[in-house]
């Protein structure tokens, strides 16, 4: 069976896809649910040229972009993490530069979710996991 590999990350898992570039067309990576991979597909109005196989090709793409949209996810995944040890359950999140958030639901009543100083209680819960965690270099798993 061929693996077929795409260097470009699509949107999803709560994070803006890839901005990058093949031979100066700009691309948007998106999933191919059917074909089970991520695809190249033009930016533009223009349609990508005809690649084929073995065919060298320049390939760019914005690293400052790309790292940041991978530290909001993985900061969101520290921070779903934070919110399970309190007894939350992840209910949505988006890692979109200027707008990242975690939502959680609570399965049972949190009193300190009532209070003003019960909420910043539970944010001081949230970032003193989050910074043991960073200061042990935690690896917390899929």
Same mark, same amino acid.
């Given at each position: 069976m061929a693996v077929e590999y795409c260097l470009f990350h699509p949107q999803g898992g709560g994070r803006p896809a890839d901005r990058g570039w093949v031979d100066g067309h700009e691309i948007v990576p998106a999933r191919d649910h059917d074909a089970g991979f991520v695809v *190249?597909?033009?930016?533009?109005?223009? #349609?990508? #040229?005809?690649?084929?196989?073995?065919?060298?090709?320049?390939?760019?793409?914005?690293?400052? *972009?790309?790292?940041?949209?991978?530290?909001?996810?993985?900061?969101?995944?520290?921070?779903?993490?934070?919110?399970? *040890?309190?007894g939350w359950t992840h209910a949505a999140n988006?890692?979109? #530069?200027?707008?990242?958030?975690?939502?959680?639901?609570?399965?049972? #009543?949190?009193?300190?979710?009532?209070?003003?100083?019960?909420?910043?209680?539970a944010t001081e819960a949230l970032r003193t996991y989050v910074a043991k965690a960073i200061a042990e270099d935690a690896r917390l798993g899929e």
């Open positions: *190249a597909r033009s930016a533009g109005d223009l #349609p990508l #040229p005809d690649f084929t196989v073995g065919q060298s090709v320049e390939v760019r793409i914005d690293l400052a *972009a790309r790292r940041t949209y991978a530290a909001l996810h993985t900061a969101g995944h520290l921070i779903e993490a934070a919110g399970r *040890a309190q988006t890692h979109f #530069p200027g707008q990242a958030r975690i939502e959680f639901t609570a399965a049972r #009543p949190d009193p300190r979710l009532d209070t003003s100083e019960g909420l910043e209680e």
